[in-house]
């Protein structure tokens, strides 16, 4: 055999293996994966919407901390903003407030030096799900995607900000930064601490039982549930709020790649009278995720579904109104990714006042972002086109 066929044979081989590896480790996921139902609970609920306020609400309340300060990053950069926040945790860490930090291993931009330091001031740092054997592809592609920030057990954020300069709106390449982010106050803020802790412990961390962890909180206003998702039914979730919807139904994510289960489900939606909007980045972050998305326009601007393109910065809130009733906001994306390998948590918010907030803001973003046309659409480039083919057999890791 010539040294060619072998080289063929070889990457063929590789090729199955990863393919194989992929699948029995998202079948294995599924299998582990629990249904969470958490209870309906009643907290004070507030949307932040730019980096600005995002950082100085989060810096105020760690400053304020008492006991323990729980971080939860997909994304941690040492960077300007990220370098503060150290500072500022350092500083705590020494007061004697007990600090936990988990970073997605894949998501860690701190240096060395920042690890060391932050050990030699007694934070507690780990990255999230380890690889594992025998399905060491899949685990390395598995994401914790998920955002949170536990502080004295009764103030807690979910959602699409991580820490970094660009979502200060401070990266030449994106400029401006729109994201959503929740601050929650009291009941509700348990469930985050809870999903904390078992991913604290999944990170090969003790779990911890301290009292002080859950203390008794205050009711508030707003009915929500914090549904976190390990791989496994947000797709479902998502359907079942789709079929629902009577009158209208907005989506804002990065990405769209909902494979086709979902897909069809909102072209029924609109084909029984839905009103729907999705809103999306017009740049793309990553590469071949924007392509990954054009396969799917066609049908859904064929079935009446307006699609806009966010172009003043990057657009990476992910949320979703039906009705105008109740509002999902928080980490996944409407993508097979978050639907199928990434671990997510979002936060489904069922009072009326507050969801007109979100709504305000999503139509704002409409208001600046340039609606698709089929016209526009049939004039992609034939680049383009072999992207968007690329892109599609490699959709379910993008």
Not at 100 to 121: E, N, P, T, Y
Not at 239 to 253: D, M, Y
Not at 342 to 359: R, S
Not at 380 to 386: A, F, N
Request: glycine fraction near 8%; charged fraction near 25%; proline fraction near 3%.
């Amino acid at each position: 055999m010539n040294g060619s066929l072998l080289f063929v044979l070889l990457l063929v081989i590789i090729i199955v293996w990863l393919r194989y590896d992929f699948r029995a480790g998202m079948r294995k996921q599924r299998r582990e994966a629990t249904r969470h139902t958490q209870k309906t609970r009643y907290g004070e609920v507030g949307l932040l919407g730019d980096g600005e306020t995002f950082f100085l609400k989060l810096f105020q309340d760690v400053k304020q901390a008492k006991h323990h300060i729980h971080l939860l990053f997909y994304i941690f950069r040492g960077d300007h903003i990220g370098a503060q926040l150290l500072d500022l945790l350092e500083d705590k860490a020494k007061e004697g407030v007990t600090v936990r930090i988990l970073v997605d291993r894949f998501g860690c931009k701190l240096s060395r030096s920042q690890k060391k330091k932050m050990k030699k001031a007694g934070i507690h740092f780990a990255y999230s799900h380890p690889p594992q054997l025998p399905f060491l592809f899949f685990t390395l592609n598995r994401r914790n995607h998920r955002k949170i920030v536990i502080i004295d057990g009764e103030t807690g954020y979910i959602g699409g900000f991580n820490v970094g300069d660009e979502y200060l709106g401070r990266s030449a390449k994106f400029g401006l930064w729109r994201d959503f982010h929740l601050r929650l106050k009291g009941d509700g803020v348990q469930d985050l601490q809870e999903q904390f802790l078992q991913d604290w412990t999944t990170a090969k961390q003790l779990y911890i039982t301290e009292p002080a962890l859950y203390p008794v909180l205050d009711q508030g206003r707003h009915p929500l549930r914090i549904l976190p998702t390990d791989g496994s039914y947000l797709e479902e979730t998502f359907i079942a709020l789709i079929r629902q919807a009577k009158s209208s139904i907005i989506i804002g994510t990065p990405y769209y790649i909902p494979g086709r289960r979902l897909q069809q489900e909102l072209i029924s939606a609109a084909e029984r009278g839905v009103d729907i909007r999705i809103i999306l980045p017009k740049k793309a972050d990553h590469p071949l995720v924007k392509e990954a998305a054009f396969p799917y326009f066609r049908s859904l601007l064929e079935a009446g579904i307006d699609i806009y393109q966010y172009y003043r910065g990057f657009f990476h809130a992910k949320a979703l109104v039906i009705d105008e009733q109740m509002c999902d906001v928080g980490t996944a994306n409407f993508d097979k990714r978050s639907f199928h390998i990434n671990h997510e948590i979002n936060c489904l918010v069922y009072d009326k006042a507050f969801v007109q907030i979100v709504l305000s803001e999503l139509e704002y973003d409409i208001s600046i972002s340039e609606r698709m046309t089929l016209a526009a659409y049939e004039q992609r480039s034939l680049l383009h086109k072999g992207k968007e083919k690329v892109a599609t057999l490699v959709s379910e890791l993008l």
